[in-house]
């Protein structure tokens, strides 16, 4: 394959560097497809009025994440690597799983907030990495890291009024 050396992070004698981003690549995109689960399993589980209002969120909140997903995953194709398949799943998300009662929002509030903060960290990272060396992965994750940072910000204010009511 003839490739432009001029081409920044595509060109030949860079591959290492690339092949180091499609590795943070392929960690954020399971971390998405598993968020997408668990958004799922919890918008669908909860019973109870005080759950409307995080059904309704978490359900909005997959199309994102999905969305997100759909990114990593193309970024990875951009930059030569290849998508995994499922097989190459692990799932990391033991703080997500249903809890024992199904009226415990508290439980699926502090899971989503725990979720949102491990992708901030993780996207601060790629951000960090991508600064000056892939500008297009690092505007990508920028804006994703946007959308964590405002999901988390509102499940924040959910939990301060589950503590407000002595529920949390
Ligand atoms: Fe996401």
Redesign the pocket.
Known sequence: MTKNTSAGILSDERREQRDEIVTMLTKAYW??IE?VMSYIANSVNPDGVRAQEIVESLRQ?IQ??L???QQFATRIKELYGVVPGSMAFSAEQGYLQPPEHQTDVVHIVKGVIEA?SG?IDYYNRIIQATEGIDPVTNDMTIA?LR??EG?RRLFEGFLREYQADGLA
Request: zero cysteines; aromatic letters at 0%.
């Open positions: 971390m998405e968020t909140d994102e994440e969305a997100h997903a949102e992708a994703i959308d964590e999901h």
